[in-house]
T-cell receptor, first 114, second 112 residues
Framework: GAVVSQHPSRVICKSGTSVKIECRSLDFQATTMFWYRQFPKKSLMLMAT?????????EQGVEKDKFLINHASLTLSTLTVTSAHPEDSSFYIC??????????FGPGTRLTVL | EDQVTQSPEALRLQEGESSSLNCSYTVSGLRGLFWYRQDPGKGPEFLFT???AGEEKEKERLKATLTKKESFLHITAPKPEDSATYLC?????????????FGSGTRLQVQP
C-alpha cells in the first residue's frame, strides 16, 4: 500500500515552545491530507483538512491560530503546534487518500509538553 | 451528524477461538466503510474498504461484511499476533469531504 511518513516520531518540549510535525506522502501526490489527534485509549478525532495551495479547513473547536497547517507541495503537509502547553500532549496522526478505495495513515507523532 | 459505534470495547480470546467485532453506523450517505488495525503507539494500518450492503472482503484470518446499518469483522482462528485495536470508520458522500469518522475501537487480545 501507499506510504505516508511522519517526522518526528516522538518529541518532548517545554511549555511555551512551538513544535513542527511533517507529514509526507512518499509514493503518490496528495492534494489533500488530514490531521487527526488521538488521546490514550481513545479514537481518532479529525482536527483539520490540509489542502495543497490553499488554506486548511479546521473542525469546530480546533484553534487555527494554535495549530498552524501548511501544505506547500503535493507531498508535504506540516502541522505546527504553537505555544504548546501540557494539554496539547497527544498522539498526532496524518493521513492521505491516493485513490477512492483507500486512505493511508502515517505512523504518528507522540508530543509531550512539559 | 455521522456516528460510528463499535462493540465490544474490549475482547479477550483464546488462540483459535473465532469471534466477530461489530461496527454500527449512521451516516447521511455512505461512500465507504473502512476497517483498520492499530498497534500501540503506531498509526492505523489499512485493512478493508466496503461500499455497499452485502459486500464482503477477506484477508488472511479476517473477513469484513457490510449491511445498511452495520459492519462485522469476523476473525477466524485468531493468533496472538492478531492482538491489536481494530478501528471502524465511515466516509460520507455528498459534501466533498473525504475525512473519516471513527468509532472508538475494539481492543482485541488473543492469548496463546
Amino acid at each position: 500500500g501507499a506510504v505516508v511518513s511522519q517526522h518526528p516520531s516522538r518529541v518532548i518540549c517545554k511549555s511555551g515552545t512551538s513544535v513542527k510535525i511533517e507529514c509526507r506522502s512518499l509514493d503518490f501526490q496528495a492534494t489533500t491530507m488530514f490531521w487527526y489527534r488521538q488521546f490514550p485509549k481513545k479514537s481518532l478525532m479529525l482536527m483539520a483538512t490540509s489542502n495543497e495551495g490553499s488554506k486548511a479547513t479546521y473542525e469546530q473547536g480546533v484553534e487555527k491560530d494554535k495549530f498552524l497547517i501548511n501544505h506547500a507541495s503535493l507531498t508535504l503537509s506540516t502541522l505546527t503546534v504553537t505555544s504548546a502547553h501540557p494539554e496539547d500532549s497527544s498522539f498526532y496522526i496524518c493521513s492521505s487518500q491516493p485513490s477512492f478505495n483507500e486512505q493511508f495513515f502515517g505512523p504518528g507523532t507522540r508530543l509531550t509538553v512539559l | 451528524e455521522d456516528q460510528v459505534t463499535q462493540s465490544p470495547e474490549a475482547l479477550r480470546l483464546q488462540e483459535g477461538e473465532s469471534s466477530s467485532l461489530n461496527c454500527s453506523y449512521t451516516v447521511s450517505g455512505l461512500r465507504g466503510l473502512f476497517w483498520y488495525r492499530q498497534d500501540p503507539g503506531k498509526g492505523p494500518e489499512f485493512l478493508f474498504t466496503l461500499y455497499s450492503a452485502g459486500e464482503e472482503k477477506e484477508k488472511e484470518r479476517l473477513k469484513a461484511t457490510l449491511t445498511k446499518k452495520e459492519s462485522f469483522l469476523h476473525i477466524t482462528a485468531p493468533k496472538p499476533e492478531d492482538s491489536a485495536t481494530y478501528l471502524c470508520a465511515v466516509q460520507a458522500v455528498g459534501t466533498g469531504r473525504r475525512a473519516l469518522t471513527f468509532g472508538s475501537g475494539t481492543r482485541l487480545q488473543v492469548q496463546p
